[in-house]
């Protein structure tokens, strides 16, 4: 008697080893903690409402009709990097395939047990314009890491020139989406900066106009009062952050290298991927392309009866032995000493 073995098949995105989730057919990608992003869209849509509801109908009048519609545009502008930044791949790096993983283990001399994991025996390193660098072994993405890489424990992936993860934007950042979110910590600090001033103004305007002065500005316009407050408490931190991003910008750091000074020789703390001056390493950053994403999200693979999910994701065409080096646009010198025996 024959068994007939039932194949089915699956999106890759829905199998994806990552704790991210996926939105339009795995067209959008966020981290696995969302929550708070909600918070940040609920506030930011919150406060802009009051603005044009409470203020612009004033000012426009009062003032000039340029207020509301620049107001308009700072918050379609925040509105447009915040969702850049919170739906796209951060720069994911495909987790190696059981074959990958297996004649990596073999060029390696093979796994070692360390502490109840098997780890390979050996390291590499690679030099970058003269700074030496160690390539760590990720246990679970079964690669070695690029450099400026590194592995999110939220989101469960080892994501390229890795910053941090954010959760008021929900997503890690990295190399694809760092610019939007560097664009959206200075559109919503202008943003800030305008609602609490021209909610001020008006108050500022009705109490002048009214012989009662600032209690009667109050009750003709408490909502300016509620904006003003959540926005002059939430421009400091925003501001504080932006400063802070465009110091790393400038140097072509990211915050993971800032914090733990991630080169491998502590005699040398030079960085490698600056281009010398702060304006190439702006354009470079901020306005260089954005690279594609190498994970293929609209592949599909065959599931067996008896797995409910797909080890590891398989690239666009490409193997994954080759991102283990991405390509590095300003290297003098890469080298890798060779193997002790």
Same mark, same amino acid.
């Given at each position: 008697?024959?068994?007939?073995?039932?194949?089915?098949?699956?999106?890759?995105?829905?199998?994806?080893?990552?704790?991210?989730?996926?939105?339009?057919?795995?067209?959008?990608?966020?981290?696995?903690?969302?929550?708070?992003?909600?918070?940040?869209?609920?506030?930011?849509?919150?406060?802009?409402?009051?603005?044009?509801?409470?203020?612009?109908?004033?000012?426009?009048?009062?003032?000039?009709?340029?207020?509301?519609?620049?107001?308009?545009?700072?918050?379609?502008?925040?509105?447009?990097?915040?969702?850049?930044?919170?739906?796209?791949?951060?720069?994911?790096?495909?987790?190696?395939?059981?074959?990958?993983?297996?004649?990596?283990?073999?060029?390696?001399?093979?796994?070692?047990?360390?502490?109840?994991?098997?780890?390979?025996?050996?390291?590499?390193?690679?030099?970058?314009?003269?700074?030496?660098?160690?390539?760590?072994?990720?246990?679970?993405?079964?690669?070695?890491?690029?450099?400026?890489?590194?592995?999110?424990?939220?989101?469960?992936?080892?994501?390229?020139?890795?910053?941090?993860?954010?959760?008021?934007?929900?997503?890690?950042?990295?190399?694809?989406?760092?610019?939007?979110?560097?664009?959206?910590?200075?559109?919503?600090?202008?943003?800030?900066?305008?609602?609490?001033?021209?909610?001020?103004?008006?108050?500022?305007?009705?109490?002048?106009?009214?012989?009662?002065?600032?209690?009667?500005?109050?009750?003709?316009?408490?909502?300016?009062?509620?904006?003003? !407050?959540?926005?002059?408490? #939430?421009?400091? %931190?925003? *501001?504080?952050?932006?400063?802070? +991003? $465009?110091? =790393? &910008?400038?140097?072509?750091?990211?915050?993971?290298?800032?914090?733990?000074?991630?080169?491998?020789?502590?005699?040398?703390?030079?960085?490698?991927?600056?281009?010398?001056?702060?304006?190439?390493?702006?354009?470079?950053?901020?306005?260089?392309?954005?690279?594609?994403?190498?994970?293929?999200?609209?592949?599909?693979?065959?599931?067996?009866?008896?797995?409910?999910?797909?080890?590891?994701? !398989?690239?666009?065409?490409? #193997?994954?032995? %080759?991102? *283990?080096?991405?390509?590095?646009? +300003? $290297?003098? =010198? &890469?080298?890798?000493?060779?193997?002790?025996?």
């Amino acid at each position: 008697m024959s068994v007939v073995e039932v194949m089915s098949t699956a999106k890759k995105w829905e199998v994806f080893p990552g704790k991210n989730k996926f939105c339009c057919n795995g067209r959008l990608i966020m981290g696995n903690q969302t929550a708070i992003f909600y918070v940040t869209l609920f506030l930011i849509v919150i406060v802009t409402g009051l603005f044009f509801g409470s203020d612009c109908p004033y000012l426009a009048v009062r003032l000039s009709p340029a207020i509301p519609v620049a107001g308009i545009l700072l918050f379609l502008f925040v509105i447009s990097f915040l969702l850049h930044t919170s739906c796209t791949d951060p720069g994911i790096i495909p987790r190696a395939t059981k074959e990958e993983a297996a004649d990596l283990e073999k060029q390696t001399g093979g796994p070692s047990a360390v502490c109840g994991r098997d780890l390979p025996l050996r390291t590499r390193e690679l030099t970058i314009n003269g700074v030496l660098f160690k390539l760590k072994y990720c246990q679970t993405c079964r690669i070695f890491r690029p450099p400026r890489a590194s592995h999110c424990s939220i989101c469960d992936n080892c994501v390229e020139r890795f910053d941090h993860h954010c959760p008021w934007v929900g997503n890690c950042i990295g190399k694809r989406n760092y610019r939007y979110f560097y664009l959206f910590l200075v559109s919503v600090s202008m943003h800030c900066i305008f609602i609490c001033a021209f909610s001020v103004t008006t108050l500022v305007l009705i109490s002048i106009e009214n012989e009662n002065g600032f209690v009667a500005a109050l009750k003709t316009s408490p909502g300016s009062i509620v904006e003003a !407050v959540i926005a002059f408490f #939430s421009l400091w %931190s925003v *501001i504080g952050l932006a400063g802070f +991003h $465009t110091y =790393l &910008v400038s140097c072509n750091l990211t915050t993971n290298e800032d914090i733990k000074k991630n080169s491998a020789s502590k005699s040398d703390r030079r960085n490698p991927f600056s281009r010398g001056s702060l304006c190439s390493n702006y354009c470079e950053v901020i306005c260089g392309p954005t690279p594609p994403s190498v994970i293929d999200r609209q592949g599909t693979v065959v599931l067996d009866g008896n797995s409910q999910t797909q080890p590891h994701p !398989v690239t666009n065409g490409r #193997s994954n032995n %080759s991102l *283990i080096l991405p390509v590095l646009h +300003h $290297t003098e =010198l &890469v080298t890798f000493p060779e193997e002790k025996t």
